[in-house]
């Protein structure tokens, strides 16, 4: 599986994408034969470790909306209204913003980060795009009473609760060599391709109460799917492909060219990586994908094209290519 950038008539760049399309039934829809491939996910498998957070109570004990709910298992871009539900997220909890060992970065949405710099500000810790999950992290260990101070360390009892879930979906063991550090300091870990196809089977059928967790995963998901633009953002491709399936898709994407997806009707989920990590090309790789196979209906693969043009324009709103998934 390949995407092709063209400027005018000739290839100008050309991506590879490792990918898996299952049902839950066990069954193999397409396969790039890298499912034995160990990946990061990163940040697409955010849902994995928002079950420990709300298992921990500390959505009833801090009395926590479904928008804050949903920025747990979020990658969002700091604009206002994350930050809104951010900041009062603090409040309820009575946690700093120095709590948080996401670290610190511009907001990923252009007009909120011109916005600071307009105002003569800087950002804090709350603009990071992992915030909510690093709140959701605190607030399970107020709600556990765990240590806060060194709550993103490998041997933290809320990291291993998180390890925990991932055994318990991946059905497998994580080796010690797949751990890693992720961008917003908390522990990543590495899985085979097929091992996170377990864990989306899994998703599904606890959602739908024919797994563990059933009551948790289905307030979670069923919270991100009410406020779509809570787990990324105005113009991301997760946020968007909710909406576009109207909320029948449950997807988030991940840093270096990761995205999975499981539409919760069909059964049918996806696992994508980007070989060289450009996200670039995951619209046209889903899109591609979503007609295929049928995952999205006529009326919707037409939202999705007005939402996402696969021709390309420069500043001067001039054509000048386009690109195009393959699947061979």
Request: charged share 25%.
């Amino acid at each position: 599986m390949r995407t092709i950038l063209r400027r005018g008539n000739l290839t100008e760049s050309i991506h590879d994408i490792k990918c898996y399309l299952g049902s839950i039934n066990n069954e193999e829809l397409y396969s790039t034969e890298n499912n034995d491939d160990v990946i990061y996910p990163r940040s697409s498998i955010k849902i994995f470790q928002g079950i420990p957070f709300a298992t921990s109570k500390a959505i009833d004990i801090f009395n926590l909306n479904k928008k804050q709910v949903a920025l747990s298992c979020s990658s969002h871009c700091g604009e206002n209204f994350h930050i809104k539900e951010i900041k009062n997220w603090l409040i309820k909890t009575k946690l700093k913003p120095s709590n948080l060992k996401c670290g610190i970065h511009n907001p990923l949405d252009k007009k909120t980060s011109e916005e600071i710099f307009k105002a003569n500000l800087k950002p804090f810790q709350v603009h990071n795009n992992c915030s909510g999950k690093h709140l959701a992290m605190l607030s399970s260990c107020l709600a556990n009473k765990y240590p806060i101070e060194n709550y993103v360390n490998f041997d933290h009892p809320h990291q291993n609760n998180i390890r925990n879930i991932f055994s318990k979906f991946t059905e497998s063991k994580i080796i010690k060599k797949n751990f890693g550090i992720d961008g917003c300091s908390a522990p990543q870990y590495a899985f085979k391709i097929n091992e996170l196809a377990t864990a989306l089977i899994n998703l599904f059928n606890s959602y739908h109460g024919n797994f563990e967790y059933a009551e948790n995963v289905k307030f979670v998901v069923n919270s991100i799917l009410a406020n779509p633009l809570f787990i990324g953002g105005s113009k991301n491709l997760d946020s968007n492909l909710i909406k576009i399936s109207n909320k029948k898709i449950f997807c988030k994407g991940g840093a270096e060219g990761v995205f999975i997806f499981l539409h919760l009707k069909k059964g049918i989920f996806g696992i994508l990586k980007v070989v060289d990590g450009n996200e670039r090309v995951l619209p046209s790789a889903l899109y591609t994908l979503c007609k295929k196979f049928k995952i999205l209906s006529k009326e919707e693969l037409k939202i999705f094209n007005s939402w996402n043009s696969f021709d390309l324009y420069n500043h001067a709103k001039v054509k000048i290519g386009d690109i195009k998934t393959i699947i061979e």
